[in-house]
């Protein structure tokens, strides 16, 4: 494929076209020529142009209205030059105030011509490099939370860039702590909405009356201490993106009304009767198979569908280890300029720890335990004893299996242990709401 710029002649005198088309070939451009402005507005819905050069007299469409169409559907990827007589500079000034980048005189001095051309060439190209560029690096920010070479975290960049063009409703599916709010925020900066906002709602943290209201707002004197209206998730996402983390979570009554939002756009807020419509784009998220038999309350198969127009499933890190070496020296690179710890690196012994290890927590439990040996180490480079909560405890002495009961208690104890007592740390880790760790921790005498 050529990478010749195209530049295309306008011109009724067909002598001139020829000339024209003589001389920018011999300077390295691909050049077509149009008769009049219908066949040039036929060659630019086939071809992409960095240039065209158009007379302004010409029977039929004149050059000015062929100028106007070319500059509002491809402006300004399209430089126009114009062609006048010494008699009609006037129009040609009065072009240059219409978006024409320059107008030359007939007869045309090659000179002129190749040196001008040249410029607003190399202007326009040095011009669409940097749009380029600049979506580049916006998808590059957009994503750069979402780090790692295998090929399954490849597999979802990918589909992210694909989903974000449109506005379809997006289901991400994956462990707790593999980054799906992460996605989510990738899928947003990559779409026509990013200047929009961006919305969360966690379903798992509030209850049946208190997320409807999150999500749908109120009106003044709905609730008690509804002293005023309040407006809900949906209504502040207009224009952008609401994501419904743990979506598994809502309640049969909150499902119905998010089904209807997701089929009309419309609602009315809690306690009132006008009709609210918005424009948002909704994604869920769930660590939960919400078509399982054995759910109770059942999750309706009508909004499962209405949320699963794409599928998004992200890797637990157990399937992609590949990629932990890469995160924990991300991480450890963040932690160390975040905490001010002279820290290097990581022995060889370490990142086989590390590599060895099978991650329940995913990403996020990778993370904390980089942190924690951070803020502990006292060593230059991050050994196996700064990931000593990571290794099996010592075999039980005793002949019969351990109880499940007994192996909950264990792993709630090291995730406690992990995140330092940290329970709503220790609650997203486990993929249980906070109020279940809560009431597990008492169970299991676990508060100090």
Known sequence: ??????????DDESDLRLTMRRLLEREGYQVRTAANGPEALEALAREAFVAMITDLRMPGMSGEELMDQALSRYGPELAVIVLTGYGTIPSAVEALQRGAEDYWTKPVDPELVKRRLRQLVKARLLEKENQELRAELARRAARKEILGESPEIKRVLSLIDRVAASDATVFIQGESGVGKELVAHAIHHRSKRRQGPFIKVSCAALPENLLEVELFGAEKGAYTDAYQRRLGRFELAHGGTLFLDEIGDITPMVQVKLLRVLQERQFERVGGTETISVDVRLIAASNQD???????????????????VIPIEVPPLRERKGDIELLAKAFLERFVKELNRPIKGFTEAALKLLQSYRWPGNVRELENAIERAVVLATREELDVEDFDFLRSPPARQRRDLPTLESLEQDYIRDVLRLTQGNKNKAAEILGIHRETLYNKIKKYGLEN
Do not use: G, T
């Open 290 to 308: 919400l078509l399982a038999e054995d759910r109770n309350p059942p999750f309706r198969r009508d909004l499962y569908y209405r949320l699963n």
């Open 1 to 10: 494929m050529s990478l010749k710029p195209k530049i295309l002649v306008v």
